[in-house]
């Protein structure tokens, strides 16, 4: 029974730790995932403040020797 009980003590011990690396890992996604997210927001700031404020039609973008 003793034999039982300590192999059950091991096997929890090896859970908690397992369970403690997985939790570690999912918040260094998360952090990255927030990171990601500021970054695009950042690009389509940086995309939107780039474009002409007029718009434009595709007769605009016609080469001149048409």
Known sequence: MDDRLTELEIK???????LEALNQTVFRQQQQIEQLQREVRALRQQLQ??????????RDEIPPHY
């Open 49 to 58: 403040e780039s474009m002409p404020a007029e718009s434009r039609s595709l």
């Open 12 to 18: 929890a011990g090896f859970a908690e730790d397992l």
